[in-house]
């Protein structure tokens, strides 16, 4: 099972929005709404910032959105914050026993 | 409040072997699968392995399999991870990771990570 595929670097001024991709295959995205979105920030931890596609955990600001067509992912920051640079990764489970569980490549956002 | 906390990492030759800890509090340990994690310098994150909530199942990814044995114990509400026969690209940060429910497909806590390095 390879990874997801994701660009390696987005970057966008204070304000603006940009979209993060995530490009799977028709045993993971493609069958499952079952789409995942981690930030890391440098030395940190992974934190959850979209589940099930489109769905945000409680904390998590309503700048982020994500959505899905076919077999790719994407991840919406609106309104682009300083705050907001950091990697993202998307996650999907799979039909495959082993791994359950694919991440992507990773994509580094930049705020101008 | 969640808190997964890991412990166990370090320097170890070639070869050798870890045991990796993740102390959990704040929530039911004994009612969630649990999951590791790495991520190895300046890499992006590789799942490595789930045990169930209960303990009786377990799931690896192909680069550990046969090597690492994931476990629990329930009533000290903490995951483990037996590395053996480490290799060099076994360095990473381990971290451990709940899965949030019996039926989601997605990591809403993590630790915050442990340092693995192998050296030859």
């Known amino acids: 099972q390879s990874a997801l595929t994701q660009p390696a670097s987005v970057s966008g001024s204070p304000g603006q929005s940009i979209t993060i991709s995530c490009t799977g295959t028709s045993s993971d995205i493609g069958t499952y709404n079952f789409v995942s979105w981690y930030q890391q920030h440098p030395g940190k931890a992974p934190k959850l910032m979209i589940y099930d596609v489109t769905n945000r955990p409680s904390g998590v600001s309503n700048r982020f959105s994500g959505s899905k067509s076919g077999n790719t992912a994407s991840l919406t920051i609106s309104g682009l914050q300083p705050e907001d640079e950091a990697d993202y990764y998307c996650s999907a489970y799979t039909r495959s026993s082993t791994p359950p569980y694919v991440f992507g490549t990773g994509t580094e956002v930049t705020v101008l | 409040e969640v808190q997964l906390l890991e412990s166990g990492g370090g320097l170890v030759q070639f070869g050798g072997s870890l045991r990796l800890s993740c102390a959990a509090s704040?929530?039911?340990?004994?009612?969630?699968?649990m999951n590791w994690v790495r991520q190895a310098p300046g890499k992006g994150l590789e799942w490595v392995s789930v045990?169930?909530?209960?303990?009786?199942?377990?799931v690896y990814a192909d680069s550990v399999k046969g090597r690492f044995t994931i476990s629990r114990d329930n009533s000290k509400n903490t995951l483990y991870l037996q590395m053996n026969s480490l290799r060099a690209d076994d360095t990473a940060i381990y971290y451990c990771a709940r899965k949030s429910g019996s039926y989601e497909y997605y990591f809403d806590y993590w630790g915050q990570g442990t340092l693995v390095t192998v050296s030859s």
């Open positions: 704040g929530f039911s340990f004994s009612t969630y699968a």
């Open positions: 045990v169930s909530a209960g303990g009786g199942s377990t």
